[in-house]
């Protein structure tokens, strides 16, 4: 890997410093068939960094979307031995059955379905080995691959993309702490018709492990097909999955990826993965609400003020213009009171075309460094508008919007969140 990665930054300095022509889509395209056969945290990198708009250009965006995640599994010996580790020698007298061929392999681990002697249907998943090691090592690949690209390009510092990235990594090896996400999305969403999530089995969870509720449903872009009304309710489900919890306890699923959606019968929703949860405080939420204010009424100052408590430093008139060019796209659903699309345009990628007119002008500008908290954020919600656009939903987000901020009060949120995250036994936010 690291010889690999090391002759394409050398042919990317060669670009910046010696003139070198570089055909950027071939050199995308290398880069993914350099990461194309790895199976682990860098591979799941390279997914989140094609889904947050303006990391990459078009061409490294375009590659790195096309990774699958759905590697081979890992056989039955390593299945056998991790799984006498974690639950001990008898472990298969635990399950009245366990499937030994893994029903999904991800980048960090791979499901294998059991069931209960009652019967209750398993998803059980199981961390591959020396994960802790392995992404340590990729986190330090990533800062180099990061380093060689600002030296190309100083439009974007990626000194708290990586910070931030390195940190929610961290986090998705914990399954202890997922559960206890789960947990605390479980409490979030208790009155949300259209949502369901799994349940998880303590006694047969550990660090390594997590052995949760199986849910039965169509995976997402497979509705598409369904009549408009039911791929709306989809969208609809989607909408209140991700945005209560945001709005009401300051809280994002901060994975978009469409294999962590499936959709029951009836368009509800089964939300399934809890590794890469962001918890905000309470001021950056209130941020959130009032840029909106700032862009329905044209108010300057909120909107720098907004910015402000997000961590944006150093702002003058020219960089607050270009920072509203990105706000607007994506506050547009929300700004528009009628049933429309997420977006009218008919491109190929959500929001492209203006993060990539965002980042000429800051480019221009000498560069802007995001402060960590808006990488999650920005990347789940262009992530989430990907989903609704795939769906060609049309919906009046204005409306389903305002239901949520009308009455909103952070510090009620405050105590909402501080309570919430209490009894998921999880730490306030950073």
């Given amino acids: 890997m690291s010889a690999a990665v090391g002759g394409l930054a050398a042919r990317l300095a060669g670009a910046r410093y010696l003139g070198i022509n570089l055909d950027r889509a071939k050199h995308a395209g290398d880069l993914r068939a350099a990461l194309g056969n790895l199976k682990g945290p860098l591979m799941k990198v390279a997914q989140l960094m094609a889904t947050i708009p303006d990391a990459l250009p078009r061409e490294y965006s375009a590659e790195l979307a096309q990774l699958q995640a759905d590697a081979p599994s890992m056989g039955w010996p390593f299945v056998r031995r991790r799984m006498t580790a974690e639950l001990g020698s008898d472990w298969e007298k635990k399950f009245s059955r366990f499937e030994r061929e893994a029903a999904h392999a991800a980048s960090l681990g791979q499901v294998h379905r059991a069931a209960l002697k009652d019967g209750t249907e398993l998803a059980c998943k199981l961390q591959y080995p020396d994960m802790e090691s392995a992404v340590e090592a990729d986190l330090a690949q990533l800062k180099l691959i990061f380093r060689v690209y600002e030296n190309y390009d100083r439009a974007i510092s990626t000194q708290q993309i990586h910070a931030e990235i390195a940190a929610r990594l961290r986090e998705e090896l914990d399954y202890v702490r997922e559960a206890r996400h789960l947990r605390l999305y479980a409490g979030i969403l208790r009155d949300e018709p259209g949502v369901e999530l799994p349940r998880v089995i303590e006694a047969l969870s550990t660090k390594r492990l997590i052995t949760m509720t199986w849910l039965d449903g169509r995976k997402l872009l497979s509705v598409a097909d369904l009549p ?137 500008l000498g560069g802007v460094k995001p402060p960590r908290e808006f990488v999650f954020m920005d990347r789940a919600a262009i992530g989430l508008g990907s989903v609704f656009m795939r769906l060609k939903a049309e919906i009046n987000w204005h409306r389903l919007f305002r239901e949520l901020i009308d009455d909103f009060d952070v510090a009620a949120l405050a105590r909402r969140q501080a309570k919430a995250l209490k009894a998921a036994l999880l730490p306030p936010p950073e």
């Fill in 228 to 364: 408009p009304a039911k791929r709306n309710r989809v969208a609809h489900n989607l909408f209140r999955a991700w945005y209560v919890p945001f709005y009401f306890y300051g809280t994002i699923h901060g994975d978009p990826h469409l294999g962590n959606y499936t959709i029951r019968p009836d368009q509800r929703v089964n939300l399934l993965d809890f590794g890469c949860i962001r918890v905000f405080k309470p001021s950056f939420v209130k941020g959130v609400i009032d840029l909106y204010h700032a862009l329905k009424d044209g108010d300057e100052a909120l909107a720098v003020s907004a910015y402000e408590s997000w961590g944006f430093k150093r702002l003058d008139k020219s960089m607050i213009a270009v920072l509203n060019l990105w706000a607007r796209f994506v506050y547009a659903p929300l700004l528009d009171d009628r049933a429309r699309r997420i977006q009218d345009a008919e491109t190929g990628q959500y929001g492209r075309d203006v993060a990539e007119k965002v980042h000429a002008e800051l480019r221009r």
